[in-house]
């Protein structure tokens, strides 16, 4: 159950007020990586969870995606719900924190794991959960900040707990074959809140 003190909560109160304003704190365009990994893609069932104000989302439905996604922000729904409208798409977003999201396992082409940074407690059981969702065959896309970002200040969580390596990663996911895993150091653009050279992980692989 959650509680006042879940730090779950707190991440979607945090959040809610991060996009109370009507800039898009990361920007309508979607993420690099992203977007990168699904131009080769033929489009089908696409899951992105912690979807924020639904950039990710929108450009996936642009591009003939089915699109599922969630998170626990009120105002990052509405806003994902207007840049759905504002490009003629639709866009099917729930409100909700990871562990209430009713998951169908085995029935997604594709899953989007774009910034969403964990407590380290929680993080392989949830990761593991999610690609769950995967058809076997289906892909993994994910970008997510290194241990070494606050060094570099441009974005991203501060607590370290919530900050990844790659072997991390890898063992997280067990049952994907890795194409890309690596850890590299970028420039991002995305808002006002991912600015400038950055240290990130980015994934992308099959399920087996
Ligand atoms: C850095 S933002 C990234 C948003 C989006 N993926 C993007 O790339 O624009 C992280 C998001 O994860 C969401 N989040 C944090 N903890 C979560 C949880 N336990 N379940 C679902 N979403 C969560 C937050 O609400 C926030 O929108």
């Not at 067990?174 to 950055?198: M, Y």
Request: charged share 25%; with cysteine; proline share 7%.
């Amino acid at each position: 159950m959650t509680t006042e003190s879940d730090p779950e909560l707190h991440a979607g109160v945090f959040w809610d007020q991060r996009y109370r304003d009507e800039a898009y704190a990361f920007g309508t365009e979607p993420n690099d990586w992203f977007r990168e990994c699904l131009e080769g893609l033929p489009a089908g069932r696409l899951l992105l969870p912690g979807e924020g104000e639904g950039r990710n989302a929108v450009h996936a439905a642009r591009h003939g995606w089915r699109v599922d996604a969630f998170d626990p922000s009120a105002h990052g729904q509405r806003k994902a719900g207007l840049l759905a409208r504002q490009h003629g798409v639709e866009i099917d977003y729930r409100c909700c924190l990871l562990d209430a999201f009713r998951l169908e396992p085995g029935v997604y082409d594709a899953l989007g794991i774009i910034f969403l940074h964990l407590p380290s407690t929680q993080r392989t059981p949830a990761y593991r959960h999610l690609a769950k969702a995967l058809k076997p065959g289906g892909v993994l896309i994910a970008e997510l900040y290194s241990k070494d970002q606050p060094a570099l200040g441009t974005g991203g969580p501060p607590d370290p707990d919530k900050l990844y390596s790659l072997d991390c990663l890898e063992t997280d996911f067990p049952d994907i074959d890795f194409r890309v895993a690596r850890q590299c150091r970028r420039d991002i653009h995305e808002g006002c809140l991912h600015q400038g050279p950055s240290s990130v992980i980015q994934l992308f692989g099959h399920k087996t």
